[in-house]
Nanobody, 121 residues
Framework: QVQVVESGGGLVQPGGSLRLSCAAS????????MGWYRQAPGRQRNMVAH???????NYADSVKGRFTISRDNAKNTVYLQMNSLKPEDTAVYYC???????????????WGQGTQVTVSS
């Protein structure tokens, strides 16, 4: 079995910073793309950033220049450094990891439980 656990959300003032982490554990053979998504109340879940196994990154236009995604393959962990936070960044942030489990030929999308990020003065 595989588990994906997030940490690092919280309350921050506009202009502040937060760092989210998401670690996978269990029977893992390989991790492909890792990403972060967010969902504000009453809105659909949208991609924030993702990073391939080769390190190629992609960002939503709304966070370019402010957020940085990175990964530590030795720790099966993906990070999201969020700087210059704005009230419109307030949402529940979800981690996604595309994982091939040991002994299986296909991959599965695993989601974290979600972590609340609130940007408010």
């Amino acid at each position: 079995q595989v588990q994906v656990v997030e940490s690092g959300g919280g309350l921050v003032q506009p202009g502040g910073s937060l760092r989210l982490s998401c670690a996978a554990s269990g029977s893992i053979s390989r991790i492909y793309t890792m990403g972060w998504y967010r969902q504000a109340p009453g809105r659909q879940r949208n991609m924030v950033a993702h990073i391939t196994s080769g390190g190629t990154t992609n960002y939503a236009d709304s966070v370019k220049g402010r957020f940085t995604i990175s990964r530590d393959n030795a720790k099966n962990t993906v990070y999201l450094q969020m700087n210059s936070l704005k009230p419109e960044d307030t949402a529940v942030y979800y981690c996604n990891q595309v994982i091939q489990s040991l002994g299986r030929p296909t991959t599965t999308d695993y989601w974290g439980q979600g972590t609340q990020v609130t940007v408010s003065s």
